[in-house]
């Protein structure tokens, strides 16, 4: 494999954390061009944000943080750099894109868009990047979310096929772990999630939900 440059995309939970392992392990950093990015939305869980934080200590990884920078009609989102200390933690970047675009819901998913996808991307053209391609941490046994995407790839379907058994097991030998359940999930109270889902985050914490919208 000659050298090209690959964006990691890192979410924050531990399938995108292993794949960024997997990548070190494997070499891929010393022979290639890569940049791992985490666009916070202002609504991510603390345990998340200390994830990657570290993350980005544990295995002496630089990890850019990004939030999303709101402008004019017309214009999408780009971005600004943060990091563990300065991201915002009250959704501060998911009230700004309410505000412009309105309430995001299973129809209109415009703040997995203006929240990550385009402050990213913005943050890679600043780069003056043009050729490279995007690494997700999508399991094997998420078909239903491994759409073929140009300039996309899959490392844990196609090079390394991995389950999800098999990384909550690694995960359990680490010296650190995410420290969410499955129905919390990273961004608090997200549309995505199923109504029991919901209800078991408010009954956990009520305070999650206030301010928050749901729709």
Known sequence: ???????????????????????????????????????????????TLLFVHRCAEEWNLPIIWVEAVVNERGTGCTHKIVDH???????????AVIQKYGIANMNYLHCTRELKANPIRS????????????????????PRRSKPKLGVMYPLMHIWPTLKWEILDWWKKQPFDLGLKDHQ??????????????????????????????H
């Open 123 to 142: 943050f890679i053209q600043g780069l003056g990047w043009k050729d490279y391609k995007i690494l997700q941490g999508i399991r094997l046994d998420e």
């Open 1 to 47: 494999m000659g050298s090209e440059r690959f964006l990691v995309s890192f979410s924050g939970g531990r399938s995108s954390a292993y794949m960024t392992w997997k990548l070190l392990e494997e070499g891929w950093f010393n022979s290639n061009e890569l940049i791992v990015v985490f666009a916070n939305t202002g609504k991510e869980r603390e345990e």
């Open 85 to 95: 200390a300065t991201a915002s933690r009250h959704g501060e970047p998911f009230e």
């Open 185 to 214: 999930g990273n961004c608090d109270c997200c549309h995505k999630k199923s109504l029991p889902k919901l209800v078991r985050i408010a009954q956990e914490t009520p305070g999650a939900f206030n301010g928050n919208y749901i």
